[in-house]
């Protein structure tokens, strides 16, 4: 499935992150990515995966992390939302509400 960007425009940071999460979407190609520009400091992303059923959160964030090893410290630095869901959490989680329809930034 490919990584979507569901609003705003990409950007060179934007295009960096969609790298490191190229190579999760390899070895996961039923996991369904998302990103997008929260402001002007702010990348949120999504990431809805069968394999974090019966991970802890904190596994699963010491997981998808691995794959933004190598990126830049700017890029790894604009990541403000990492959210790592099973397809059953999607309508459940908070966060994916705020991730669906965001608040609009101030900045």
Known sequence: MPIS???GTR??????????????ELKH????????RQNSASVRIRIIDDCFAGMSRRDR??????YFDNLSEDAQGEISLLLLLTPAEVEKDFANIEFEDPVPSML
Not at 61 to 66: H, R, S
Request: aromatic content about 12%.
């Open 5 to 7: 960007i569901p609003r």
């Open 11 to 24: 950007d060179p940071l934007i295009d960096e992150l969609m790298r490191g999460l190229s190579s999760y």
């Open 29 to 36: 190609p039923d996991a369904k990515i998302d990103l997008y």
């Open 61 to 66: 964030n010491d997981y998808a992390w691995t």
